[in-house]
């Protein structure tokens, strides 16, 4: 499998413009995450989802920032409008279900510069 | 909400041991991860236990766990250069509708010659 794979790598974008982070999970995997990591917070759950629909999105620091899961395969997050505060690693995970395993897989991550 | 503690930064010489340390609040854990984040990349699994196992050795790696203390640990034999990273603790429980890891902030190993 190619593992969870993330897209951008890197973006750096102005402050007020519109950022889109996609997200494709390990097939099979029913649980899907997206992560922030700053040196500040570390690593902070913004939002799950569970077989596509959003079980706790506690995580979102404000309503700038939205997620969706329209299909099994694929994710977004999204970040409108941006501020330069939002800057940080942006990482998309997947997990089996229960029954299936027990192992979290993260993407290598979409880093995220505003200016 | 359940939480998961570790030390910040670890430094050690070359061919030292490492331990890194770690404590956890959920008494259903069921599984216990150590993963490992290299400059500029995501987080890797090194290597996980279950809970009702004491130890688990991998090659460097020695995973402890002691469940009464809630308290895992991760040593590395023969610290190389390349051992340099940030190592995350996480768990995840058994028990409720939710089955969602939870990771502590990280400790950054540091090898120095």
């Known amino acids: 499998d190619a593992g969870v794979i993330q897209s951008p790598r890197h973006e750096v974008t102005e402050m007020g413009q519109e950022v889109t982070l996609r997200c494709k999970p390990i097939s099979g995997h029913n649980s899907l995450f997206w992560y922030r990591q700053t040196m500040m917070r570390g690593l902070e759950l913004l939002i799950y989802f569970n077989n596509n629909v959003p079980i706790d999105d506690s995580g979102m620091p404000e309503d700038r920032f939205s997620a969706k899961m329209p299909n099994a395969s694929f994710s977004t997050l999204k970040i409108q409008p941006s501020e330069p505060r939002d800057s940080a690693v942006y990482f998309c995970?997947?997990?089996?279900?229960?029954?299936?395993?027990?192992?979290?897989?993260f993407g290598e991550g979409s880093w995220l510069t505003v200016v | 909400g359940e939480d998961v503690e570790q030390s910040l930064f670890l430094s050690v010489r070359e061919g030292d041991s490492s331990v890194i340390n770690c404590t956890y609040t959920?008494?259903?854990?069921?599984?216990l991860y150590w993963y490992k984040q290299e400059p500029g990349a995501g987080l890797q699994l090194l290597t996980y236990?279950?809970?009702?196992?004491d130890m688990k050795q991998d090659q460097r790696l020695t995973v402890l766990l002691n469940k009464k203390d809630k308290h895992l640990s991760l040593r590395i034999a023969d610290t190389q250069t390349g051992d340099s990273a940030i190592y995350f603790c996480?768990?995840?429980?058994?028990?409720?509708?939710?089955?969602?890891?939870?990771f502590g902030r990280g400790t950054s190993l540091i090898v120095h010659p």
């Open positions: 996480a768990e995840i429980g058994a028990s409720g509708g939710s089955y969602i890891p939870t």
């Open positions: 959920d008494s259903s854990s069921t599984y």
């Open positions: 236990i279950f809970s009702n196992m």
């Open positions: 995970a997947s997990l089996p279900a229960r029954e299936r395993g027990n192992t979290i897989y």
